[in-house]
T-cell receptor, first 115, second 114 residues
Framework: KAGVTQTPRYLIKTRGQQVTLSCSPI?????VSWYQQTPGQGLQFLFEYFSETQRNKGNFPGRFSGRQFSNSRSEMNVSTLELGDSALYLC??????????????FGNGTRLTVT | AQSVAQPEDQVNVAEGNPLTVKCTYS??????LFWYVQYPNRGLQFLLK??????LVKGSYGFEAEFNKSQTSFHLKKPSALVSDSALYFCAVRDYNQGGKLIFGQGTELSVKP
């Protein structure tokens, strides 16, 4: 069974630009969550989607947005990039929504560097 | 809000010795606890979870965790460490007060020396 696939693996952008990250969940998984990982802040929750609906959102500015498609694939967009947005962005999928307590299965992440 | 704390930034163990990575939690209601491992330049891998039932939970790669309600702890253990166990370990808790999102600890770097 294929795991969670995130593309691209690495990305270099300039301040002020925007970026779109993609995530393909494990087949059959309907929930997708996004996390930002930085050395200083650790793992911070961005948002969770289930059946194309945003179920939960973390404490990030509106520049961070996401969506989920009918095939459960998800994209995350960051507009007007800032230096502090440099991080590893991790996508995770699970079978049900968070109420199922099923574990999250993570992709290998997209490493975003903002210069 | 629910939270987990990992009091040790780094744990050093000799190969073949038992290892423990500590985690304490603060929750209202029943805790739903998880352990994940992260290898360099990779995502997190699920090791084990505690939802209810036996206090000793067995997981992947020979790891187990002991849930202790009175001490609000969920320590990760392995009887005999391997060099390949060297990685970053995260404890996490489901926060049902905030929609069920998974809240992670800051992580503990485990180093196993030959």
């Amino acid at each position: 069974k294929a795991g969670v696939t995130q593309t691209p693996r690495y990305l270099i952008k300039t301040r002020g630009q925007q970026v779109t990250l993609s995530c393909s969940p494990i087949s059959g998984h309907r929930s997708v969550s996004w996390y930002q990982q930085t050395p200083g802040q650790g793992l911070q929750f961005l948002f969770e989607y289930f059946s194309e609906t945003q179920r939960n959102k973390g404490n990030f500015p509106g520049r961070f947005s996401g969506r989920q498609f009918s095939n459960s694939r998800s994209e995350m967009n960051v507009s007007t990039l800032e230096l502090g947005d440099s991080a590893l962005y991790l996508c995770a999928s699970s079978f049900g929504d968070s109420s199922y307590n099923s574990p999250l299965h993570f992709g290998n992440g997209t490493r975003l560097t903002v210069t | 809000a629910q939270s987990v704390a990992q009091p040790e930034d780094q744990v050093n163990v000799a190969e073949g010795n038992p290892l423990t990575v500590k985690c304490t939690y603060s929750v209202s209601g029943n805790p739903y606890l998880f352990w994940y491992v992260q290898y360099p330049n990779r995502g997190l891998q699920f090791l084990l979870k505690y939802i209810t039932g036996d206090n000793l939970v067995k997981g992947s790669y020979g790891f187990e965790a002991e849930f202790n309600k009175s001490q609000t702890s969920f320590h990760l253990k392995k009887p005999s460490a391997l060099v390949s166990d060297s990685a970053l370990y995260f404890c996490a808790v489901r926060d049902y007060n905030q929609g069920g999102k998974l809240i992670f600890g800051q992580g503990t770097e485990l180093s196993v020396k030959p």
